[in-house]
């Protein structure tokens, strides 16, 4: 800060020096000296999951990229930068490489999908029931050559996953209905019906449509497989087009999980052989919750939708034409696949390493090991060539589990993915921490 006789500036001749800088630096002096904002300033999370927010800055002009993004407890001043950084005694986390989706739109505005994963509402949620204050933040820092930083935050309330979250996809999965890695089919054969497993904050309308990519065609891309409202404004509605099976438009209530009929399993293609891709396209709602308000984020004018906003790649459903049948019989021969360790009354501690072991089925090319709860939700699916039929699990194999009791089984696999033989389930529990 410049200083006069011992005394600060006046703030016309601050404005000045800052002209000067962005002069020498070949700037505009409303890039130097622009404020960086953001719409919403402030929104309602998911205290016991994922949530997944669509911000809008502005205000960048030519001069400021952005930088990083954290979650923290509480703020700072950034001084001598621009507004107000994280406390670092009270970081919950930085934003994964693998969730960022920002870009920076051809009008100037910065599009930023908030990812918070469950580690950091669990670090907020502790802090709370400690008696620390509930709302927490997500802080984007920009920077610029010979200019100071600017700190930009937003309010992360603590709530539940109901009707005042953003409506967000926080995970898709897609299956038939039989249990198969690969779905094979003879030509002409009509596939079993599908389905789509979402989990998602928020309440709302969740419209789109089913599509397949035919043998032939080109592979979507990453960005095809986005949801429209993962999109910037002016990038939606350019995503490749497929051949389209059935839509849908359906209601989702604030329970925050729900299956999500296939199209008509007569609609799906089976006359030419090859591999197809059953694709689920999901397009942008109206929802108040998740709106970015243009003019109060200074990014130009309007309101910008962003119900069904997710920060992952829509999963692809392949079926295999012209190479025969599934096996779907799940026979089990009188010396078929059995699981030998853990034992049923194990306890393994925490924290620590399980090996799963089995006996060895002579066709199999593989071996697929599922580890899920009690009522159906996976934990942990691990693929295991022939040879030694073992699989020692991660260490956060409970702590993903959550203390909840857990059954595995394995699958034996040929050459083709078809299932030969399957283990029973087997219970696996933990010991209380």
């Not at 204050?133 to 992360?156: H, M």
């Not at 928020?202 to 960005?223: D, I, M, S």
């Not at 119900?307 to 021969?333: D, H, I, W």
């Amino acid at each position: 800060m410049l200083v006069i006789r011992g005394r600060y500036a006046p703030r016309s001749l601050t404005r000045l020096s800052i002209s000067l800088i962005a002069c020498c630096l070949g700037l505009r002096a409303e890039d130097a000296g622009a404020q960086i904002r953001v719409n919403p300033t402030g929104v309602n999370v998911n205290a016991q999951g994922a949530t997944t927010v669509f911000l809008t800055f502005g205000g960048l002009g030519s001069a400021y990229v952005p930088v990083e993004a954290f979650w923290c407890g509480s703020l700072i001043p950034a001084s001598p930068d621009v507004g107000s950084r994280c406390d670092p005694a009270t970081l919950y986390g930085r934003l994964p490489i693998r969730y960022d989706r920002s870009r920076v739109s051809s009008t100037g505005a910065f599009t930023d999908i908030m990812s918070i994963p469950p580690s950091v509402a669990r670090r907020a949620y502790q802090d709370a029931v400690r008696g620390e204050n509930s709302a927490f933040f997500y802080v984007r820092r920009f920077s610029s050559p010979g200019l100071p930083d600017q700190y930009v935050a937003v309010t992360c309330r603590m709530a539940g996953g109901g009707a005042r979250v953003p409506l967000a996809l926080t995970d898709v999965r897609l299956s038939f209905e039989v249990e198969t890695p690969v779905l094979f089919l003879q030509t002409g054969s009509p596939p079993p019906p599908l389905s789509a497993e979402i989990t998602y904050n928020g309440t709302g309308t969740l419209k789109g449509r089913w599509e397949v990519v035919q043998p032939g065609e080109p592979l979507p891309e990453e960005r095809d497989l986005l949801t429209e409202a993962t999109l910037p404004p002016e990038d939606r509605g350019t995503q490749r087009r497929f051949t389209e099976l059935e839509r849908f438009n359906v209601f989702l209530p604030p329970t925050g999980r729900m299956t999500l009929k296939g199209p008509d399993p007569s609609r799906l293609p089976t006359t030419v052989e090859g591999t197809y891709l059953v694709l689920l396209r999901v397009e942008v709602s109206d929802d108040k919750e998740g709106d970015s308000n243009l003019a109060a984020a200074g990014a130009g004018t309007g309101i910008v939708h962003s119900g069904a906003v997710a920060g992952f790649a829509l999963p692809v459903l392949r079926y295999v034409v012209g190479a025969g049948g599934s096996e779907l019989s799940q026979s089990r021969a009188p010396n078929g696949l059995r699981v030998i360790l853990p034992v049923v009354d194990a306890r393994p501690q925490p924290g620590q390493a399980v090996d799963f072991t089995w006996t060895v089925v002579t066709r199999a090319a593989l071996y697929q090991l599922d580890v899920q709860t009690a009522d159906g939700r996976p934990v942990l699916s691990a693929v295991v060539p022939p040879g030694i039929p073992l699989y020692r699990s991660p260490p956060w194999l409970a702590e993903r589990a959550g203390g909840a009791p857990l059954r595995w089984r394995v699958l034996a696999l040929d050459v083709g993915g078809s299932i030969i033989q399957q283990s029973p389930w087997r219970p696996l529990v933990f010991q209380a921490p």
